[in-house]
C-alpha cells in the first residue's frame, strides 16, 4: 500500500469512472424496454374463451392516434381461406358468389385477394391472401377475436407498432387492460 | 327427426381422436397410443398400444385394424396382435383417415392434402383429391376426413370449400353436397367447415365453431342437427363414426369423451 502513489490513485479513478460511465450507458442501452401485447393473455387472442365480445381498450385508451397497437397477420399461420371470419362478417346473408355479404372490420382494413392459380369460376377453389392495411387499423380487435381457434386459425393478433408507441412510462392501455396483456419487455425480445 | 344422448365414454387421458365401427356394433377408438375398443354398452372390451400416437383407425372386412399415425400404419388383427406396419413418411405424412373399397385401402395423407389409394399388401395405386386449382383438400383445420359409403364411393369433407365431395376410387371428382353459410344450420359456417365425416344410410358431419354434429341425405338435404350445446365450446376436428340402428358416436376432443347419440323415434 506504501507504494501506491497519488498518481496511481487518480489513474485508478479515472478508469473506474470511465468504466463505470461505459457500464451505465450499456446498461442503459440494454435497458430500453417497449410495450408489447402478449397474444397468450390479450382476451382477443387468448385460447379458451370463445363467444365473448371483442376487447377494444387498445383503440379506446392509447394516447396515439388511431393507438399504436394495430392487427397484425402471421401468413406462416393463416389458412388463406375463401371464407375468412375475420374479414367478413359471416353471419350475414350470402351474396350469390356464396360469399357473406358483409365485412367484418369498420374500417375496412382488411384486403383480400385470390392468389395462386386462380379459378375465376369458383371462389371456393382458391387460395386467397390477406394484407392488413395498418393505415386503416385502429386495434379494435374485431378481426383477432374472429380469427382465433377454433373458429379460426388464430394468425391475427394484436402487435404494438413501435414506430407509432410513444413508450409512454405508464401505458394508458396497461392501466385499463383487464388481462395484463400489456408488457414491457427489452428492446431485443419485442417483436416488431 | 331428432337425436338423443344415450351414452359418454370417457377413460382418455390426453388424447382421442379416430373413430370406426365395425359390423358388430363394436366401437373402435384411436387415442393415448392406445386402440381402445367398446361394446355397444361403452364397456371397455380390449385395448392395445400403438408404435406412435394414433390420428385414426380402421376395421376392415377380415376384422383387422389399421391405426393411422404419423408417417405410418400399424396393422393389427381382431384381438390387437401387430400383424404388419406400412411404413412411408412419403406417403403416409400424417394419416386422419382410413377407408376400404373391396381390395384396397385408403388413408388421407394431411401432409399431401389427398387421399391415397393402396392395395391390401401397401402397392400405392392412385391420389383422389388432389387433381385441382388448390392442389388437394382445404384443410386449414389439419385433418383430413373421409368415410366410404355401400356402394364404394369416397365422400370426403372438403372443410375450406364448406363441402363434402364425392369421388370414385380411381380419383374421378363425381360431384358434392353442401355450402357456406353462417344462418342456416343446413350449411356450414366458419373458415372450415364441416371438419369430419362418417357414412351409412346417410352422411354425417361434424362442425367446430358452433360445434355440432348433423345429418343429410345424399342429396345434401339436413335431415337432422343431432347435437350442439353438449359439446365443448372449443372443441375441433370431432371424429365420428355411425354405429348400428342409427347410432352415432362423436368425440369431444377437449372433453376427451365419445357421446354417442341415437335418432328418436318419431
Redesign the interface.
Known amino acids: 500500500m506504501s507504494n501506491v502513489t497519488r498518481r496511481d490513485l487518480f489513474r485508478g479513478t479515472v478508469l473506474a469512472a470511465m468504466g463505470g460511465g461505459a457500464l451505465f450507458l450499456a446498461r442503459k442501452a440494454n435497458g430500453q424496454v417497449v410495450w408489447q401485447v402478449d397474444a397468450s393473455r390479450c382476451i382477443n387472442s387468448r385460447?379458451?374463451e370463445?363467444?365473448v365480445e371483442a376487447c377494444n381498450l387498445c383503440t379506446t385508451e392509447c394516447v396515439v392516434a388511431l393507438s399504436a397497437v394495430r392487427a397484425v397477420n402471421e401468413y406462416s399461420r393463416c389458412?388463406r381461406?375463401?371464407?375468412?371470419?375475420a374479414y367478413f362478417n359471416?353471419?350475414?346473408?350470402?351474396n350469390e358468389l356464396?360469399?357473406?355479404s358483409e365485412k367484418l372490420c369498420p374500417r375496412d382494413a382488411i384486403v383480400r385477394k385470390p392468389i395462386?392459380?386462380?379459378?375465376p369460376e369458383d371462389p371456393?377453389?382458391?387460395?386467397y391472401e390477406y394484407v392488413i392495411d395498418e393505415s386503416k387499423c385502429d386495434g379494435c380487435g374485431k378481426c383477432v377475436m374472429k380469427c382465433k381457434?377454433?373458429?379460426?386459425?388464430g394468425s391475427i393478433v394484436l402487435r404494438v407498432r413501435h414506430d407509432r408507441c410513444v413508450n409512454c412510462n405508464r401505458c394508458a392501455i396497461s392501466e385499463k387492460c383487464p388481462k395484463d396483456a400489456l408488457r414491457q419487455l427489452p428492446v431485443g425480445q419485442a417483436l416488431g | 327427426m331428432q337425436y338423443r344422448q344415450v351414452q359418454t365414454i370417457g377413460g382418455f387421458n390426453t388424447a382421442v381422436r379416430g373413430l370406426a365401427t365395425d359390423c358388430q356394433g363394436l366401437l373402435y377408438a384411436a387415442g393415448d397410443s392406445e386402440i381402445k375398443v367398446f361394446d355397444t354398452a361403452g364397456r371397455l372390451r380390449r385395448q392395445w398400444a400403438t408404435a406412435r400416437p394414433g390420428h385414426s383407425v380402421g376395421v376392415a372386412d377380415d376384422g383387422s385394424v389399421y391405426a393411422g399415425e404419423e408417417g405410418q400404419i400399424e396393422i393389427f388383427d381382431a384381438a390387437g396382435k401387430p400383424l404388419r406396419a406400412w411404413r412411408n413418411t412419403g406417403m403416409l405424412g400424417r394419416v386422419t383417415a382410413i377407408g376400404f373399397v373391396k381390395d384396397s385401402v385408403l388413408a388421407a395423407d394431411t401432409a399431401d392434402r389427398s387421399i391415397r389409394r393402396f392395395d391390401r399388401d401397401g402397392v400405392f395405386l392412385n391420389k383422389i383429391g388432389k387433381d385441382n386449382p388448390v392442389n388437394g383438400f382445404l384443410i386449414p383445420n389439419g385433418v383430413l376426413d373421409f368415410a366410404v359409403d355401400a356402394h364404394g364411393m369416397i365422400h370426403a369433407a372438403n372443410p375450406g370449400k364448406h363441402r363434402v365431395e364425392r369421388y370414385s376410387p380411381d380419383g374421378a371428382l363425381l360431384g358434392h353436397i353442401g355450402k357456406f353459410d353462417g344462418n342456416d344450420p343446413a350449411g356450414f359456417t366458419g373458415c372450415c367447415n364441416p371438419t369430419n365425416i362418417a357414412v351409412s344410410d346417410r352422411i354425417y358431419v361434424t362442425e367446430k365453431a358452433v360445434p355440432r354434429a348433423k345429418a343429410y341425405d345424399f342429396n345434401g338435404k339436413l335431415l337432422a342437427v343431432i347435437a350442439s350445446d353438449v359439446f365443448d365450446a372449443n372443441v375441433k376436428n370431432m371424429s365420428i363414426a355411425a354405429g348400428l340402428n342409427g347410432r352415432v358416436y362423436v368425440v369431444d376432443t377437449v372433453k376427451l369423451a365419445i357421446l354417442a347419440f341415437e335418432p328418436v323415434a318419431a
Open positions: 385460447l379458451g370463445a363467444g389458412g381461406c375463401n371464407i375468412c371470419p359471416i353471419t350475414s346473408a350470402v356464396g360469399q357473406p395462386g392459380k386462380v379459378d371456393a377453389n382458391n387460395f381457434e377454433p373458429l379460426g386459425l
